[in-house]
């Protein structure tokens, strides 16, 4: 069962306040053809603002499917929203790198093939991203969706650099695809604009993916004590009002669009004005957010391995793992920011996306559980060693000793002495030496010559 921090009152509290919002106070939409969307099916629209009534959003949100696939060029990749088991994707939208030689700097293009080439390497990552990093470079969105889609046969996020950002993810799919776009091959990130309203690009975005029926997270980042109420309570029910007004335009522009719905909100620090996503706040909030997108029957998308730290230290460590577990606990359908976020969403990590990587194959192993049988019992074997005896040569435990328990790539279990000889290497330097492994072994999964040159055509004639 997952975590519930709420009770079926508070949830109900929490959504009936959301409708009153909607109802009273309204969410603006700066986009004539969003306004004509709403006006259309009878939504009072004022001075640029929508104002829903319960039944129109419960109505609207009854067309979005509980669960979708998102297909990869690889079937065996392809991967379901709301399934049961997390969809993990990497880090979004950082414009800094943490290097660790060099420090803080800029991100490349280099860069961004570079960890395009590892998010498809890396067996815990299921998508292979957007956005990963932003290089300062013309046209940078088709760059990173060509590396998206010529170094991974993931599925990947599409660009939301406005309606022709959007359309360029389109149109570039359905090149490497080999075929018209007419199944989900991608999702894409619609974020609100807090408090209560959305920016002009985004609602874009929205109906050129809303149109082609390619899934789309409506998420808010609403930062208590800023953008939104410093309450976490007012928090859920101020992003709610906006996360049910795009979901509700989606829905009209075209029923069946897949969506989720989706949160990135946390605390501001109120002694340095910054948000804090290494705090206890933010993983109540990932609960509280779980139990609302179940209450409506959607699939949800927030947390990650996410902290405050400038550094893949011990308190990135700890502050990841916190946030990392709670969304795994919180019963979350699709995590962006999965893996490599620092300092607050600004920075992005080589080290710590291999680090958070290993951490989530901790979790996902723990959240396997195990089987209790007559087998794994095991009173037979317990009954032939008797008192004082080893089970280390039994055949019930040599038949298992490959596949019972989790194995790490990082971890250090080698013991003071290997760990001195070895000359005192920590977990930032293995974690360097294997994405510059993962790195040296990557061979661009197979594509059709003819789509290749399709794309690499694409690119040099639009960037």
């Known amino acids: 069962m997952p975590k519930e921090i709420l009770s079926a009152e508070s949830i109900e509290q929490i959504h009936n306040t959301a409708m009153r919002v909607l109802g009273t106070v309204g969410v603006s939409i700066p986009q004539e053809e969003a306004l004509e969307v709403f006006r259309q099916h009878g939504v009072r629209v004022d001075n640029g603002r929508v104002y829903l009534t319960e039944d129109q959003v419960m109505d609207a949100i009854k067309n979005a499917p509980k669960q979708f696939t998102i297909n990869a060029r690889d079937p065996e990749k392809s991967v379901v929203v709301g399934g049961g088991d997390p969809v993990l994707a990497p880090g979004y939208g950082a414009p800094f790198i943490i290097d660790a030689k060099e420090g803080k700097r800029s991100p490349t293009l280099d860069d961004y093939h570079n960890l395009a080439k590892i998010a498809h390497q890396l067996q815990n990552i299921d998508v292979s991203g957007h956005l990963i990093v932003e290089p300062e470079m013309p046209n940078a969105h088709l760059h990173m969706l ?107 522009v075209n029923p069946g669009t897949p969506m989720v719905f989706g949160s990135t909100s946390s605390n501001v620090d109120m002694r340095m004005g910054s948000l804090s996503i290494g705090s206890p706040e933010l993983s109540m909030l990932i609960c509280a957010h779980g139990q609302l997108a179940r209450f409506y029957g959607l699939p949800s998308r927030s947390g990650g391995s996410l902290t405050d730290a400038s550094y893949p230290d011990a308190q990135a460590g700890f502050e990841s793992m916190m946030a990392l ?28 996306f291999i680090l958070d990587e290993e951490m989530i194959s901790m979790v996902r192993r723990l959240k396997q559980g195990f089987p209790v049988d007559e087998s794994t019992l095991a009173f037979e074997v317990i009954q032939a060693v008797g008192p004082g005896g080893n089970f280390l040569q039994q055949s019930h435990t040599l038949k298992r000793c490959r596949k019972e328990f989790w194995k790490p790539n990082l971890c250090d279990r080698g013991g003071v002495a290997a760990w001195v000889a070895s000359g005192g290497k920590t977990a930032v330097d293995r974690a360097t030496a294997r994405w510059q492994s993962l790195l040296e072994s990557h061979v661009d999964p197979p594509m059709d010559a003819g789509a290749r040159k399709a794309l690499d055509d694409y690119l040099e004639a639009n960037a």
């Not at 359908?333 to 710590?352: C, T």
Request: overall charge negative; hydrophobic content about 50%.
């Open 146 to 252: 060509h590396a998206h889609l010529t170094h991974s046969d993931k599925p990947i996020i599409g660009s939301t650099a406005g309606a022709e950002g959007a359309q360029a993810a389109i149109d570039m799919a359905g090149l490497a695809f080999g075929e018209k776009i007419d199944k989900p091959v991608m999702i894409s990130l619609v974020n609100s604009l807090s408090p209560l309203g959305f920016a002009t690009d985004m609602l874009d975005v929205l109906l050129v993916y809303a149109k082609a029926g390619q899934p789309i997270v409506i998420a808010a980042l609403g930062m208590a004590g800023t953008t939104a109420p410093i309450t976490l309570a007012g928090v859920l029910a101020s992003q709610t009002a906006e996360l049910m007004t795009g979901l509700t335009l989606a829905q009209y």
């Open 325 to 352: 577990m709670t969304t795994f606990d919180s019963d979350i359908s699709f995590v962006l920011h999965s893996a490599g976020i620092l300092a607050s969403y600004l920075a992005f990590s080589y080290e710590k």
